[in-house]
Structures are given as structure tokens and as C-alpha cells.
């Protein structure tokens, strides 16, 4: 028992950690919780949830080796960099005609579900995580059986949604504090911040593609 809630802290802390640092989903939760409010962290989450469920899976039927290999992350980083920027451009256009009293319907939770998952699979350093880090913890939780696994996943997740909600909740507050011009200046550097982090990735992945 004691073991098992040792992986449930120490996962949740680890994703906590984790999910703090800056990224598209990060991204993502900032501008559409000024949008949307509270409720968009949790769907985010949710889509982001689903995908990592899959991969954990995957990663158990040994999927690992084939993540780890260096073509496979030049791939994904050079579509994601794709994806990314296609999103980002496309945010960028929309800004001029942004308005809080438009924009704040709650309704279209299923986009910010698959948006969470779309997201996650565009960034190569997640897949790289969860096949080296993840799967580190997964193996380490497996000794204790399926239990273990199931245990260190619930904590990923409840880390990941604990940053994600407070993140989404404190901006969506804040929307009654924050004017239409504020908003579109949100929405414009989460824009730019995707581009940028488009070309990080496609960087990286030409470098390794190079390298091959």
C-alpha cells in the first residue's frame, strides 16, 4: 500500500512539474480560458488525458524502441512544426475581429477535447518523455502490478489537470477584468509563442533528420 501511494505522490508531482513548463498546451489553456473560461483547462486536459491513455498502452505492448528512434522524432517534430504553425498563423488572422462578448460561449467542448490531443501529439519532446521518463515509471510501476500502472497514470493526470485548472480558472476570472483590446493582445502572443515554437521544432527536428 505504501509503495502504491509512492507512485501515485511522486507521478503527480512529476507531471505537476512538468506541466508547468511553457508549450502548446500551455499555449492553448491561456487563450481559450480567456475565451471560454474555467471550463477550457479541463477539456484540454481531457483530450490531452485520452492520448497519453492510448500511448501508455502502446508503450506496455512495446512501442518504445520504435518513439526512441531518431527518424521517428524528426518526423513528428517537422509535422508538428507544421501543425503548429498552421494553427498559429491562423489564430493571428482571427485577432482583429476578436471580441470577449462573442467569444465567451461556453459551448464546442468537444473541439477543446480533440484540441488537447492534437496539441500533445504535434510536440516531439511529449512523445520523447513518455518513451524514455514514461516509460522509466511505467516499468517501475508495473512491478506492483496493474494496480501500479493505474495508479501512476491517475496521478500524471490529476497533476496535469490540477496546473491546467488553476492556470484556466485564474485567466478565466479574469476576464471580467480585461477589455477587448487586452484579450486580442492574449490571444496574439499565444499566437506568435505557437510560430516560434513551430520553427524550435522544426530546428530540431531538420538537425536530427540531418544527422540520421
Known amino acids: 500500500m505504501t ?29 481559450e480560458s480567456a475565451r471560454r473560461g474555467p471550463v477550457a483547462g479541463p477539456a484540454l486536459v481531457a483530450g490531452h488525458g485520452i492520448l497519453e491513455l492510448l500511448l501508455v498502452i502502446l508503450l506496455m505492448l512495446g512501442l518504445a524502441p520504435f518513439l526512441k528512434q531518431d527518424m521517428v522524432f524528426a518526423v513528428i517534430a517537422m509535422a508538428g512544426a507544421l501543425m503548429l504553425a498552421g494553427m498559429g498563423v491562423s489564430m493571428l488572422l482571427k485577432v482583429p ?8 460561449s461556453g459551448g464546442g467542448m468537444s473541439r477543446l477535447v480533440a484540441a488537447g490531443a492534437v496539441l500533445s501529439l504535434s510536440n516531439p519532446y511529449w512523445t520523447l518523455w513518455w518513451s524514455t521518463i514514461g516509460l522509466t515509471y511505467i516499468l517501475y510501476s508495473a512491478r506492483l502490478g496493474n494496480a ?15 496546473w491546467y485548472s488553476a492556470l484556466s ?6 476576464r471580467r ?12 502572443l499565444c499566437s506568435l509563442f505557437l510560430v516560434v515554437l513551430a520553427a524550435v521544432f522544426a530546428v530540431s527536428g531538420l538537425r536530427t533528420f540531418l544527422s540520421v
Open 3 to 31: 509503495d502504491l501511494l509512492a507512485i501515485t505522490v511522486s507521478s503527480f508531482f512529476l507531471a505537476f512539474s512538468g506541466a508547468a513548463m511553457p508549450g502548446p498546451l500551455m499555449t492553448a489553456t491561456i487563450g
Open 97 to 104: 475581429g476578436l471580441t470577449l462578448s462573442r467569444e465567451a
Open 148 to 162: 501500479g500502472v493505474a495508479l501512476f497514470f491517475a496521478g500524471h493526470l490529476l497533476g496535469d489537470l490540477a
Open 169 to 174: 480558472f485564474a485567466v478565466g476570472r479574469g
Open 177 to 188: 477584468f480585461m477589455s477587448d483590446r487586452s484579450y486580442r493582445v492574449i490571444v496574439a
